[in-house]
């Protein structure tokens, strides 16, 4: 979020304060003052966000990227491949998605099923064509240890068309971690719900 912040916000950003702290404060600070059906029409428009976005980055990106550089020898690490599965199986949000699925489907096993296969499998796509992507564009920077790929990108100092695709990884990277966020939030709503037993319609909850 900070780096977002930054790609956004560059000198104005006031001086002294964390650009992560100004993220996670606006953030929340929505959450917990929008009424949750405002959140609901807010959080849709962005998911489209999020999809034009991200179509953009592919469809200009898959012109300019260096397809044979993924390949080479030299790229490949299949010695960190098992080190990045539990990274893998934790960024599709199970352990948050599942419980809001399971009360926004009232239980309907068949739908919930067709649900988490297809919202596996789609985002599981994503996030290579991502990867491919932003890993493509960097012409001949070389990536070592501790540097962002797409903070690159959204700096526009990598090769290809990132002066096209900078505004658009910046918009998709802010959008997706803010959808995230409150998918998140709502599923911590509905697990700490189930274990106190409250309503969500009940006068306590509000």
Known sequence: ????????LGDALPPGVP???IFATTVGASLLLTKPSRIERV???????????FLGIVGIGAQSADWSALVKPAAQHPDAIVGCIPILILALVFQNIVPTLVNTLEGDRSKI???????TTAPLLMFLAWNAVCLGNLGDIEVTA???PVALLQSGVAGGNSGLLSP???SFSVLALITSLIGFTYGLVDAWTDVFGINQKSEAFN
Do not use: F, K, R
Request: charged fraction near 5%; proline fraction near 3%; hydrophobic fraction near 55%.
């Open 43 to 53: 959080n849709n428009a962005m998911v489209l966000g999020v999809g034009a976005s």
């Open 168 to 170: 658009l990884v910046t």
């Open 146 to 148: 501790g540097m962002d």
């Open 19 to 21: 650009p992560h702290v």
């Open 1 to 8: 979020g900070g780096i977002n912040v930054l790609a956004v």
């Open 113 to 119: 099923t067709q649900a988490i296969v297809a919202g």
